[in-house]
């Protein structure tokens, strides 16, 4: 069996994640309706999976280490599956936020673990084609799901926006149970309580604090209460991690250079892409008075440039290097983003589409360089504990994004007698995350000429130990 076919069946669940985690968003109001309930607060509903995923994203890498990444990968799809059944037969808000709980357990799981199962299974000299495969879920779930899931909702009940991950849950299982290998780790320690804990209330207090900056969910003293807790938190994890003898989230993985660039590169530049699923389907349907659906299918670009890139990803890595790849690409990649405040009401969708189709192209070969070099100098025993704090930073980075963009735009539209949202409140936040996602490039200038070797034409032959300890 071809290894890729393992990289397309995470792919797949992970996609199935990606697509859930934005298919809600378009479908609130009905579901608001339906429930009697107010589309306000049924945004619990998003921030409650949220806060799931905070929450257990730091336990998968010591789980799929003490029971098997297969074992743990399909159970995380089982999990899932019936978090999403569930959620299609919620009578109220209460239960609907309890289901969606239950899904980000599962997708709290399936990420990691699923990207475990590739690192794990894929040498190191097809690691860059592998990834690259494996950004597409990120990349087209966040475009795929408005559209879909405004069709569902049309045309059908937006009971089905949960029940269409059933068929596809159930054929992950089959496949992951038959093909999946169930790797583990021996001689692991005991889980770090401690840190669990620490954890889940400073990474649940930032990512549901950040969520809501300028959402109107819930007043400023809240929000301000939850960052507050968030940092006091994440403080006392970072006090306990330096003195416990196995960390739940290891800071001494940010002691490797091309670890520590991707984590922190990558969030600075996933802020500013992070923002883009939020910002750009409300300017099209304001600045162009398009329909969500027209909308939708406009976005749907940036998807198809993703995918295209995808052939070319490696040879450009190989034949450049990561180092300027990075450099070069963020700012690329970042100008396009920025561009989109230049669209008017008048802009032509052919120019539109172009922006938005070559924007993909470069922001996915960034994705593929960032998720990659992560892993390039992580010994083979730090893979699940790198995994989980790679995870972290990328939940958190995306969170901030989109709480960015809406802080603008609270900003813009504040003392005005309406608080409406107009086309004109958008240039702004575009330019802002662009320069964001931009400054990512003074973190990669910082890597070595050969950061990520191990990785290109230039390595080792297969067999050599090129790792670092990350302890």
């Not at 934005?22 to 339906?34: G, H, R, W, Y």
């Not at 959402?215 to 968030?230: D, H, K």
Request: charged letters at 10%.
């Amino acid at each position: 069996m071809p290894r890729y076919f393992v990289t397309l069946i995470v792919a797949v669940a992970l996609f199935m994640e990606q697509m859930d985690s934005t298919v809600i968003a378009t479908s609130l109001p009905a579901i608001a309706a339906d429930l009697h309930e107010d589309p306000v607060a049924l945004k619990l509903a998003l921030t409650s999976y949220l806060l799931s995923l905070a929450v257990f994203i730091p336990l998968s890498g010591w789980v799929a280490d003490r029971f098997g990444a297969r074992t743990v990968f399909r159970a995380a799809i089982v999990v899932f599956t019936l978090g999403s059944a569930a959620c299609g037969f919620a009578q109220g808000l209460p239960d609907l936020v309890a289901y969606r709980i239950v899904q980000g357990l599962g997708g709290a799981m399936m990420v990691p673990v699923g990207r475990l199962v590739i690192l794990r299974s894929v040498p190191k000299a097809e690691l860059i084609s592998a990834l690259a495969w494996l950004t597409v879920p990120a990349l087209m779930g966040p475009v795929i799901g408005p559209p879909l899931g405004g069709f569902i909702t049309t045309f059908a009940s937006w009971r089905w926006i949960f029940w269409i991950n059933i068929p596809i849950g159930i054929v992950g299982i089959i496949l992951a149970t038959r093909y999946i290998a169930n790797i583990r780790e021996e001689r692991l320690p005991p889980l770090d309580v401690k840190g669990f804990i620490l954890s889940s209330i400073g990474l649940a207090g930032l990512a549901f604090g950040i969520t809501n900056i300028g959402q109107g969910l819930f007043p400023s003293a809240v929000v301000l209460a939850l960052l507050a807790t968030g940092v006091v938190g994440c403080w006392l994890y970072v006090r306990h991690a330096r003195v416990a003898t196995a960390p739940l989230l290891d800071l001494n993985l940010l002691k490797v250079d091309t670890f520590y660039a991707s984590v922190v590169g990558g969030f600075l530049f996933r802020i500013g892409v992070g923002a883009v699923p939020f910002l750009l389907p409300l300017f099209l349907q304001l600045g162009f008075g398009l329909s969500p659906l027209q909308s939708g299918l406009l976005t749907f670009a940036s998807a198809v440039g993703a995918i295209a890139m995808k052939t070319t990803a490696a040879p450009i890595i190989r034949r450049f290097g990561f180092k300027r790849i990075l450099v070069t690409n963020a700012v690329v990649s970042s100008l396009f983003l920025a561009a989109i405040a230049l669209f008017t009401a008048g802009t032509p969708h052919s120019v539109v589409l172009a922006v938005l189709l070559t924007g993909g192209f470069f922001k996915s070969l960034q994705f593929t360089a960032i998720n990659t070099l992560a892993y390039a100098d992580i010994d083979a025993r730090a893979m699940s504990r790198a995994t989980s704090f790679a995870s972290v930073a990328q939940q958190l980075s995306h969170s901030a994004g989109v709480a960015v963009g809406a802080l603008v735009l609270e900003l813009e539209r504040m003392g005005r007698p309406d608080a409406s949202v107009v086309a004109g409140d958008f240039p702004l936040a575009f330019i802002l995350v662009g320069a964001i996602a931009a400054s990512s490039a003074l973190v990669f200038m910082g890597l070595s000429k050969d950061a990520g070797a191990s990785l290109s034409a230039r390595a080792r032959p297969v067999g050599e130990d090129q790792s670092a300890q990350a302890s």
